[in-house]
């Protein structure tokens, strides 16, 4: 099938997810070659994207981004975008949150972030993209949900900031920040109980917005671009 994506070539890190999942099957159909990761092999395979090429990491490990970004790029010859929709959750007050808890909030919503542009921005083209899957947290953050909340709010910023170094480069970064969306996340919370929350937004819905961000030419979508 001819495709608009047909030449080009993604990575999508934590493309098990709800979010990520169908970010990375939306490229695929357009016909990009797509890279997907993810902690568990099975999950990645179940997906059933086809001809997506699966690279199991865990963000938690120092070398996970630089590993991740040299094997698409090995894989399909060039990169020219990456998608960064992996994340953790915890909810509870902050004196009830341990340090094994904290470590992998911030290893994995901020860190890993850290290490997946430090390695792409060197490999990505003129005209390549790095879109972060961010949360309305992080424009308001939340008791509760404390550490979370600090941790996303500094890869917004972390965003932000890259995005006058990679100007240069002409590469353009995209921080993307939904609503409470129907992902499943909460119900997988590495600690606390998850408060009740109203309905989110579509999964369906948020993903089709975040490819278009993706392949136009935005660099910021908050909250209420959705």
Request: aromatic residues 2%; hydrophobic residues 50%.
């Amino acid at each position: 099938m001819v495709s608009d994506l047909a030449e080009k070539a993604f990575l999508v890190v934590g493309a098990s997810g709800a979010l990520g999942s169908r970010v990375a099957r939306s490229l695929a159909e357009r016909g990009a070659a797509v890279t997907i990761t993810g902690r568990s092999e099975d999950a990645l395979s179940e997906l059933g994207i086809d001809g997506a090429h699966v690279v199991v990491a865990d963000l938690r490990e120092p070398d996970a981004g630089r590993s991740v970004v040299a094997a698409a790029a090995e894989r399909h010859g060039h990169l020219d975008g990456v998608v960064i929709a992996a994340g953790v959750v915890a909810f509870g007050p902050i004196a009830d949150i341990d340090d094994d808890t904290i470590d992998d909030l911030v290893l994995v919503d901020f860190i890993a972030p850290v290490r997946i542009i430090r390695a792409a921005l060197p490999v990505l083209p003129a005209g390549g993209v790095i879109l972060g899957i961010s949360a309305v947290v992080a424009e308001k953050p939340m008791a509760n949900m404390a550490v979370y909340s600090a941790a996303k709010a500094a890869t917004a910023a972390l965003f932000t900031a890259v995005r006058g170094e990679a100007r240069r480069r002409k590469v353009r970064i995209v921080d993307v920040r939904p609503p409470h969306t129907e992902t499943g996340l909460a119900g997988r919370a590495i600690a606390g109980d998850p408060p009740k929350l109203p309905t989110g937004l579509d999964p369906d819905a948020v993903a089709t917005r975040i490819v278009e961000a993706l392949l136009g030419d935005e660099t910021d979508v908050p909250s209420t671009a959705f």
